[in-house]
């Protein structure tokens, strides 16, 4: 039984891990999945938020943002729409992302795309919680 799989997350930008992990929870969209080594294969919807995952014995963590996660025989592989390390959140960018998205939520326009402002919204809030969760 192997003791650990490769953890690979890419945004269509850039490549952002490549590690060998023991463990990982990752934020689908119908919930926290908790993969270890030789987990069953499966294909999944990502969400919203933080992914942690345990690499030579240390707890380490980034946040993701919808895409899909592909679990192969230790192999996991997550293409997310954005992610990003937590250390490197703009915390006023998401404020500032978080009142736009409300503000296009509340008003009363016909040309604002809700389920857009919805899903930005939802962005701006997990990061600004992760952000608390780290600290
Ligand atoms: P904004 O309206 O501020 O651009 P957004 O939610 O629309 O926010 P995304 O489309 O999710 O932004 O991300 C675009 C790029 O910007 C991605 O590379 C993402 O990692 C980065 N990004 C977005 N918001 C932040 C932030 N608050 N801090 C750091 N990087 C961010």
């Known amino acids: 039984m192997a003791s650990t799989f490769r953890l690979e997350i890419a945004t269509p930008e850039r490549p952002l891990l490549n590690k060998e992990v023991s463990e990982a929870q990752i934020p689908a969209e119908t919930g926290y999945l908790g993969i270890l080594p030789d987990h069953a294969p499966l294909l999944a919807e990502l969400g919203n938020g933080l992914l942690r995952y345990k690499t030579g014995g240390k707890e380490e963590s980034l946040i993701v943002h919808e895409g899909f996660i592909e679990v192969l025989p230790n192999h996991v592989r997550i293409l997310a729409t954005a992610a990003e390390n937590v250390s490197d959140i703009d915390v006023k960018r998401a404020e500032a992302a ?36 780290v600290h």
Request: glycine share 0%; no cysteine.
């Open 98 to 133: 978080y009142e736009r998205a409300l503000e296009r939520l509340t008003i009363n326009v016909d040309d604002v795309d809700k389920a857009r402002a919805k899903r930005a919204l939802e962005r701006a809030e997990s990061r600004l919680s992760a952000i608390k969760s």
